[in-house]
């Protein structure tokens, strides 16, 4: 039997690639809105990368998007901090921008509105303006690998203590990717499991190898102790972002140029079970247009016979 690796990667990933230049077979029927990864509650990163954003709309369309600070409640007034415009490409039905790099903090809100293409004065009637709240700007990880990130905070020891504790930590945010399979590269996530969230017993411990991933939450909890326990004037934000797949080995979670790389393409059916690309494409498409601190992975390793298994193993 071939004995497992457990194996613990950390990359700094500080680099957004734009949307225009993503592969994808997907269209949009024109519907203005943020992509799925975006949403109330989320941690974008905090500088000095800028942090991406992007949606889809009516292909021609602009786009402006302004990023507020304050007007919640006890926030004070709202302060415009940033504004950016952006087209809505013909072929993708998509629009992009970057924002400014921007400092650890928050709560910021995020809107879009969708102009008239030829002179943009309004917006082209009603619901075509979308908001996102309580925007903060932090440290993102991105949590990947097989059934060891898989398994939830509920199945470690001493769970309850460790649910129970969960509301101490509001500056942590958590969102978990669905487990889709693709066999080609995707525009946008299928499915969410968990739009992002605060913290609670109930979302962190929802059920076995689901959400939330233990190995994620207590990286994260430690690590925004860590950041604190620096000297930082207020609590750093940290966005944890789940997707996992147990039993999937690397080639799965691999860009179809990197599997050519390494010559796999000619050595696997493309619908076997663990063919390269058969799952995570998805998560995979999504991640080419964020930017985060770094990405954390904990996976079994079952085979690094590959001429891509030694940069696993």
């Known amino acids: 039997m071939t004995p497992l690796v457990l194996v613990v990667v950390v990359i700094a990933m500080v680099t957004a690639v734009s ?12 519907t203005f809105r943020f992509a799925s990864y975006y949403g109330d509650h989320m941690v974008l990163q905090r500088e000095p990368s800028g942090a991406p954003v992007w949606g889809f709309g009516s292909p021609g369309a602009r786009v402006v998007v302004v990023l507020y600070r304050g007007g919640a409640e006890g926030e004070g007034p709202r302060m415009l901090v940033q504004r950016h415009e952006a087209n809505v490409s013909t072929g ?37 303006r979308v908001t996102l709240s309580d925007v903060l700007f932090g440290d993102v990880w991105l949590c990947g690998g097989q059934s060891n990130m898989e398994m939830t905070v509920k199945q470690v020891m001493n769970a ?18 669905a487990l889709e399979q693709s066999t080609r590269p995707l525009t946008d ?22 959400v939330f991933s233990a190995v994620c939450w207590l990286f994260g909890r430690d690590l925004q ?65 964020r930017s985060s601190k770094g990405v954390l992975a904990a996976a079994g390793i079952v085979h690094t016979s590959s001429r891509c298994g030694g940069v696993v193993s």
């Not at 949307?19 to 024109?30: F, I, K, L, Q, R």
């Not at 499915?191 to 059920?207: F, K, M, Q, Y």
């Open 160 to 177: 309850s203590w460790e649910l129970a504790q969960a509301w101490r930590y509001p500056r942590i945010r958590l969102f978990a990717v």
């Open 225 to 289: 102790r860590a950041l604190t326990s620096r000297g930082a004037a207020a609590t750093v934000p940290v966005g944890l972002v789940q997707s996992c797949w147990g039993g999937t080995p690397v080639e799965a979670w691999s860009s179809p140029q990197a599997l050519a790389r390494c010559g796999l393409h000619a050595r696997h059916a493309p619908h076997a079970r663990h063919a390269p690309g058969g799952y995570g494409d998805a998560d995979a498409a999504a991640a080419r247009f």
């Open 19 to 30: 949307v225009e230049a993503a592969p994808s077979m997907e269209t949009t029927n024109g």
């Open 92 to 128: 993708l039905g998509t629009w992009f921008v970057t924002l400014k790099p921007t400092a650890a903090g928050g709560p910021y809100s995020l809107e879009a509105t969708e102009l008239e293409a030829s002179w943009g004065a309004a917006p082209r009637g009603r619901g075509l």
């Open 189 to 210: 996530l299928s499915r969410v499991d968990l739009p992002w969230s605060i913290p609670t017993a109930e979302n962190l411990g929802e059920g076995d190898f689901s």
